[in-house]
């Protein structure tokens, strides 16, 4: 199994900057893509960026040129950082990770796993 761990969510005034990690432990033979998502109250959850094993990255329109997602893969990290913060960028954060553990018989499973969520309020 894997666990995710999320941290760096808060509150923060608009213009401001926020720095979210998101970190997997357990028994992991490699991870694929990392993403971070959002859900705002009253909405779906959508895609804010994603980060292939090989470093492309991909971002939501509204985020592009104001988040950075970057990957630490020594350490089985990834990062989403936010600057020039908005209060239509309140939302709770989810960091995902498709992450192969190994199975029996020798095979690797590869699933989704989603972290626990952090909570990014921004004030006008």
């Known amino acids: 199994q894997v666990q995710l761990v999320e941290s760096g969510g808060g509150l923060v005034q608009a213009g401001g900057s926020l720095r979210l990690s998101c970190a997997a432990s357990?028994?992991?033979?490699?991870?694929?893509?990392m993403a971070w998502y959002r859900q705002a109250p009253g909405k779906q959850r959508e895609l804010v960026a994603v980060i292939s094993s090989g470093g492309l990255t991909n971002y939501a329109d509204s985020v592009k040129g104001r988040f950075t997602i970057s990957r630490d893969n020594a350490k089985n990290t990834v990062y989403l950082q936010m600057n020039s913060l908005k209060p239509e960028d309140t939302a709770v954060y989810y960091c995902k990770v498709d992450a192969r553990t190994p199975g029996t018989l020798g095979f690797v499973n590869t699933r989704e796993y989603w972290g626990q969520g952090a909570q990014v309020t921004v004030s006008s």
């Open positions: 357990g028994s992991i033979a490699g991870i694929n893509a």
